[in-house]
């Protein structure tokens, strides 16, 4: 089973050379720690940052770069600063070729619920509404049950939805995921988790074709 940075490094692997990538908090920031050497990305953060690197060496923090989740971190060569106005234009104009985020649910058919629960102190909704509203391809980082042991991936979101049918892609700790119009298909398990464990942890539909493979990270 996968901790929070195989998730990422395992979704690293979805990048293309001269990608735009958005990296929503959470799990999705870790990726820029993971970006494979024979391509060059530009990670984009709706604060205001293109260029973001590698999360800071401890001691080598500087508070005055952030960012969307108010994280320390750094900035590659050629990096750019700009306001809010021009990251949501950047945003809503589909110039981001793949966004990562973090979720509380997600449902067979796509929807993502990733901002709110109902009685509970939350920051508000950030860019996410902007980002699933606009990305063409979305990919979900986040574990496969929350703390309970009850299930994530459902045949329908319980929570406030922040988008709807526009997630493309799940990776949890446990497998790697597809979102198509018949449910969930899995695509690949987690080292040392089985099919069986996987059946067990899926609320929503899931579809299991031939032989899964194991990751490879």
């Keep these: 089973m996968l901790d929070k940075n195989g998730i990422a490094k395992r979704i690293a692997k979805e990048l293309e050379d001269g990608y735009f990538v958005n990296l929503g908090i959470g799990i999705p920031t870790l990726v820029a720690n993971y970006i494979p050497d024979h391509i060059q990305v530009e990670f984009q ?3 205001g940052v293109l260029g973001m690197g ?3 060496f401890e001691g080598e923090e500087d508070a005055d770069i952030i960012n969307a989740g108010k994280q320390t971190i750094t900035t590659l060569p050629g990096a ?3 306001d809010s106005a021009m990251s949501f234009s950047m945003i809503r104009g589909k ?3 793949l966004t990562i985020l ?3 649910e997600v449902a067979e058919n796509g929807d993502i619920a990733n901002w709110k629960i109902p009685g509970k102190m939350v920051k508000g909704m950030g860019g996410a509404m902007d980002l699933v509203a606009s990305a063409e391809n979305i990919i979900v980082a986040m574990m496969h049950t929350n703390r309970a042991g009850e299930s994530k991936l459902l045949k329908s979101c319980t929570l406030p939805l922040t988008g709807v049918k526009c997630v493309k892609k799940i990776v949890t700790n446990m497998a790697v995921i597809e979102v198509t119009d018949k449910g969930f298909k899995l695509i690949e398990r987690a080292p040392g988790v089985s ?3 996987i059946k067990k942890a899926t609320a929503g539909t899931l579809i299991v074709e031939g032989t899964i493979p194991e990751m490879e990270l």
């Design 80 to 82: 750019s600063f700009f």
């Design 102 to 104: 973090g979720a509380m």
């Design 195 to 197: 099919v069986e464990d």
């Design 95 to 97: 110039h981001v070729d």
């Design 54 to 56: 590698p999360f800071p």
């Design 45 to 47: 953060s709706e604060n």
